[in-house]
């Protein structure tokens, strides 16, 4: 038997030794050095644009990665958008986040993280000052500004440990006993990111601006969450809440409710079967905004469009309802007579500027995160100006998320973070590839990437890269394991298969209660439409995936054996131990399965890739986070001890505090991650 192999620190210097012959040579005599793991610790990203609100400045979050601690190190950054000159505001040895502005653009409250925990803290300015506003027990979050700049709301957990059983006995003096027992009650026990959480609940408060006391505002057995905001007059707090008797069972229901600053009096303002929002006051506070969907029998996947409605809950109605495109962030101009969101469309993120009778023209273009960006997932941020200046974090296949501007019209880069580390690189390239379905001929959205010093008339091994989710999208996004699978020679590619985001609701619907199915086509024929490129070695194929991507490596490495070698990353193996080990064990079953595992164990067998197990020849590497909660390690290990039973040469990797959103966050274990893969790969060239 092998023994699971826990990644270090140390295998980022054997990242180049996974490349193929032909390109180890390449790398020793070209003329740019290529992408290497090392290079992870070099690059930074901007995220979370917030416009001062006459427009004047901008401040943004910018990650740097720190090799000595193999974290990623947030600051915030200050932006002259006429000259583009940068000033640091917040950097130092703490994570520095979640800038906002104060109405009158005098102050700017923000989250600064430590050793002693999170904080809250204002900057005056005009003197260059910050303080801290209060000594906060737990972490704030969803921090708002009254209108008179002079109070803060935020959200903070409230902790309500849980009745014990029994009567734990009192050790004598000195004695040193095990923990006491952990006592479990809640429907929600654990996160994935987070672990076993802090028994309690998330109340809002207010703090004045100046420093002072929290003061609570919300109470009871119920959570408050996402964004808070103030009506104009500064007298109503808006928020979202589900605060039924039920509420923990019902993942995917939320209202929005208003509340009295003064007298705490909460009015339940949406009530239908369905999440809504992120309730944003119009500039007279005559008409809320928000976001949610109607619940249609609990769907895989769901258009999340925009609502207005009256500030008193009365005449809602959706604004984007011809739009078969999810919206987010809801963003009212400064005349109040349109909102801006954002929106998704074929793998690209995008901002769109829409009127009150639905119609929308898009504003910005190519907007990408720095959340996840070892793989090419859509995403991205962006804040409006009163003046109408739009700042947006602005990426492509090629760079990594820097700070955009639009105005006037104009689009312009203010910052070119990672312009210094790529001077003397020579990156992959990526282009779209264009396929249909096998199955139906459904047209399939497919990129392939490149590697350095490309030369068609090669034959390169290929790597299938699938996107987890599975309901999410890949695009032509800057990502770091692509980079390295192509400097280390192999042509990449990565592609949205039926049931991803951003085609509307009929194609992510066609995998709902049927996942996974012909997705499976929908990928081979984008491995055919490479291999048809002409340059891809047919008899050198490789496959990997994270997430609903290592599910769909499983499942296709158990339907065929075109494949030399695979890697299933944080993989789902048996659905019916998945739905009630994840985190999120309260909706998954409802919502992609219709009936519990229970009432119908057959159907959820059929869709497991451990049915598959028996027809395994594939070499197959399988990864997992030692903390993950999405998709635990219990099933990484099913499919490891499975193989290993049926003697199918295979290997685990345990990456040590790793969670499933975090498989590749410390730059050490993303670069160990992708080294390890390209290292399996070749062992089976």
Known sequence: MRLALFVSALAVASVTCAVAPAFAQQVAEGPNRLFTGRDIFGLRAAGDPQVRPDGGAIAYVRTTQDIMSDNGHPSIWLVDPATGAQTPIADDERANVRPVWSPDGSKLAYVSAGPGGAQLYVRWMATGRSAKVANLLQAPSSVA????????????????????????????????????????????????????????????????????????LTFGKFDEGGQLAFSPDGKTLYFASNRQPNWEREAQETDIYSMSVEGGTLTRLTTRDGPDQAPTPSPDGARIAYVGFDNHGYRGYENVRLYVMDRDGKNSHVITGGLDRSVGAPTWAADGKSLYVDYADHGIT????VTLDGKLTDVATGLTSGAEMDRPYTGGEFSVGKNGLIAFTMGDADNPPDLGVVKGGKTEKLTHLNADLFADKTLAKTEALPVKSSFDQKPIDAWIVTPPNFDPSRKY???????????????????????????????????????????????????????PSHDYDDLMSVVDAAVAKGFVDPQHLYVTGGSGGGLLTAWIVGKTDRFRAAAAQKPVINWTSEVLTTDGYNFMATSWFGKMPWEDNEFYWKRSPLSLVGNVQTPTLVIVGTDDHRTPPSEAEQFFDALELRGVPTTMIQVPGASHGGLAERPSQAAAKASAIMAWFHRFQ
């Open 461 to 515: 091994p290929l790597i299938l890269e699938i996107h987890g989710g599975p309901f999410s999208a890949y695009g032509p996004v800057f990502n770091t394991d692509d980079q390295l699978y192509a400097a280390g020679g192999y042509v990449v590619v990565y592609a949205n298969p039926r049931g991803s985001t951003s085609y509307g609701d009929a194609f992510a619907n066609t995998i709902d209660k049927n996942y």
């Open 145 to 216: 500004w009254s209108p008179d700049g002079k109070t803060l709301a935020f959200i903070m957990l409230v902790p309500a440990p849980p009745q014990p059983l029994g009567q734990p006995m009192a050790p004598p003096p000195g004695a040193k006993w095990a923990e006491p027992l952990k006592v479990i009650d809640r429907v929600t026990y654990r996160r994935d990111g987070a672990g076993y959480i802090r028994p309690g609940y998330r109340h809002i408060f207010t703090v004045s601006a100046d420093g002072g006391t929290p003061r609570e």
């Open 350 to 353: 995008k901002v769109a500027r």
